[in-house]
């Protein structure tokens, strides 16, 4: 346990061993990539793992396994030791004399020579930048002499390719082993790899001492903040936006920020693509030096994003304060509401927000113009719909967006950004430190409004830390006579839409990568509010209702993802009484009777209340020997009976709860309990509701099963399949929306999740 976060071996090797991570990282695992990026203040790093590796050759007998593997054929290992002689002060010569000796079995005198620091440097480079399958491979090579006979065909005729032999043949003596190894390692693909790994484990001193390192990686402080960044970090954002380049969204990206931000903030890039760059320019230039340079995304995306998102970011929060809290500003908005399009007004009105304001009831959104034209609308009213247009503005990009992209409007967002001045007036800083260098025309605008300020960015520095008051002042004063503000956060959002469609784009294309991006992401400390977030849209689309249904209609492969959420209900005390109360009082008719009888029948099995039961049985005319068929012919008497023991017998009535729970998780009696009880029962429904939400913010592999699971199940049905897109475009946009978050990951080569993992 490292500061609340399990550290398991399991978790370890599944990191090690994680292909796709070891790709993003540029390393053969992602283990090595934490090694080799570990900094001196950091305790895992290469110091740490040459002095692993010199306890392990000096104290673990690694040694005897090298000198194994020398013998044995593998290359890799004769030049790291060759080198780490070279390194120790040895002649090329003495170095071949010694390791030749080992080979023909002789003993190998030199190992503590090669355990100082110059020295250890390629032995550790050996571990470090070998993998499993060159260790599979050089043991493979130990059967060479016959290779046809040994080899599966196909790794056979790769070997072959590799080493430059034209015939079959043996090698003539172990140094050609070692070549043959060494080019072999460096040539096979990936089925070849899968064939020989599995033919040939690796168990000579790569896979012994990497056991050693990985069990010591889990005692490291250190290794919780390092694994979590890891899991985050390589090429998220680098790859999605190469492959999207010379796509539709890609083009429309790049046109939106040349046209928008080349000249305020592209200088370095025009320093090294010419004055005159055109879009197409640009194009090219990223889609060749993104593939040479992938820090150049994260690089790219925060120069474009981070200070003017902050800004926009800001007043979008000020602004839903303000319309939340300050009438004025609610009448404000109502004398152009008006103006806002059809669009706006059919997502408001379809939004939880207007669903849950007191006005909905005088009827339609566009129709509270009318009443506030009229005088009826009291202050209490007016802060009723300023919140239900605040928790739509907040929750709905689209509706935000739409604001400052409707021209008639404008009039009404430069007074309420005036009053969010005031209300909240944590606003101006982040619009003076996005001033300073950051938006060359607002900033231009600004200086020739202020000409009494000598030095502009001294005081702007100021303004975001001690000078605010005064800022606020002449920032105010300058967004009533000019249309930068409106214009700046129009650039913002524009540029954040086409840049989500870059990634909602790749997500389509690629919806397990995104399932497993969503995993590893809601798994990180610190992150649980995204899972929060996510539930939230979750619950907003009614999922829960959905699933309901598809399990009602027998799905069973619903049923399995959701056994979580079954288990949820019947462990919750008052619905699991109120499900089994809606059994007991079902018809001896209706279908429910089935799970009654099974559960009496499961009950009564039970030696102890069998024998307490015997009276009542008898009484009833019940055939002892052959419950099951008496129950099904006589369902109302069944009916009696199982009342009578609940009353009269001591333990029953807990045995035949149990007994309903578990042939509903275990028999296959979900989608009967679902059509007959839960949908038809508005109390139920709503429990389910209720365990559904939990186990989504509870478990972030929920989802990751789910949603496929349904895709596969409604393939047939337009109208499931529009919903289902619908909920998984939320789910995106929700992770999306998360902009700071993403800065953070973006903003540096580890992932930058440092501030948001438990130190």
Known sequence: MLGGLTVSGATVTELHHNQSLARAFGQNSATVWLIENGTASQRINRAWFESLLAEAIERDGLNRQLET??????????????????????????????????????????????????????????????????????????????????????????????????????????????????????????????????????????????????????????????????????????????????????????????????????????????????VSDWQVWLRDNLAAQPELAGYFFWLMTRPAEAASLNTRAALVQTLASHPPTVRIFLEQFNTLGGGWFNTFAASHAWAECPLRAAGKPEGIHQIYRAGRLTDRDLLAFGLAVSRHLAADDDAWAELWHTPDFSPALRSIFLDALGVAPELAPAWAELLRGHALQSATAFAAANRDLADLDPYLARGAVSDRLDFARRFKSFAQTTNTVSDDINREIILRDSLKNIYLQAWQNNPAGFWELYRRLTALPKLEFVTQKIAQVIAANRVADLVAGQIAANHLDTVSVCSAVLVRLFKNPETKLALCQKIENSSPLGSL???????????????????????????????????????????????????????????????????????????????????????????????????????????????????????????????????????????????????????????????????????
Not at 78 to 106: E, W
Not at 209 to 215: E, K
Not at 263 to 276: C, D, P, S, V, Y
């Open 69 to 278: 593997d020398l013998r044995g054929g593998n290359g890799l290992a004769a030049v790291a030791v060759r080198d780490a002689m070279l390194g120790a002060g040895f002649s090329p010569q003495a170095a071949q004399h010694a390791i030749m000796g080992s080979v023909s079995g002789g003993d190998f005198p030199h190992w503590s020579a090669l355990l100082q620091p110059h020295a250890i440097t390629p032995l550790a480079g050996y571990f470090l930048n070998g993998d499993a399958d060159a260790d599979s491979v050089a043991r493979a090579l130990t059967v060479w002499p016959s290779p046809r006979q040994k080899l599966p065909d196909p790794v056979y005729q790769i070997a072959l390719r590799a080493t430059g032999l034209t015939a079959p043949r043996p090698p003539a003596d172990i140094t050609e082993v070692w070549e043959y190894t060494r080019r072999i390692c460096g040539a096979f693909n990936g089925g070849a790899n899968q064939v020989i790994r599995h033919t040939y484990p690796a168990n000579g001193a790569y896979a012994t001492f990497w056991r050693t390192v990985l069990a010591r990686f889990a005692l490291a402080g250190e290794y919780r903040r390092r694994l979590s960044a890891a899991r985050l970090a390589g090429n998220l954002w680098s790859v999605p936006l190469q492959e999207s380049i010379n796509s539709e969204a890609g083009l429309q990206f790049l046109k939106n920020y040349f046209q928008h931000h080349a000249t305020a903030r592209a200088n370095h890039l025009r320093q090294t693509l010419g004055a005159n760059v055109t």
């Open 593 to 759: 009777h089935e799970l009654r009888a099974g559960a009496m029948i499961n009950a009564l099995a039970l030696p102890t209340l069998k024998t307490n039961s015997s009276g009542l049985l008898t009484a009833a005319n019940a055939d002892v020997d052959h419950l099951p068929v008496w129950i099904a012919s006589h369902p109302k008497e069944a009916m009696e009976l199982h009342r009578n023991l609940g009353l009269a017998v001591s333990g029953y009535q807990a045995a035949w709860e149990q007994s309903v729970a578990s042939l509903v998780l275990y028999s296959g009696k979900a989608p009967l309990l679902m059509s007959a009880a839960i949908v038809s029962d508005p109390a139920l429904t709503m429990a389910w509701r209720e365990a559904f939400n939990a186990e989504v913010a509870a478990n972030p592999e929920f989802l990751k099963w789910l949603v496929p699971t349904l895709a596969r199940q409604t393939a047939n049905s337009l109208d499931a399949e529009a919903r289902l897109r619908a909920i998984l475009q939320s789910i995106q946009n929700a992770l999306l929306d998360e902009r700071l978050l993403w800065e953070n990951i973006i903003a540096f080569p580890d992932g930058g999740l440092g501030e948001l993992i438990n130190p």
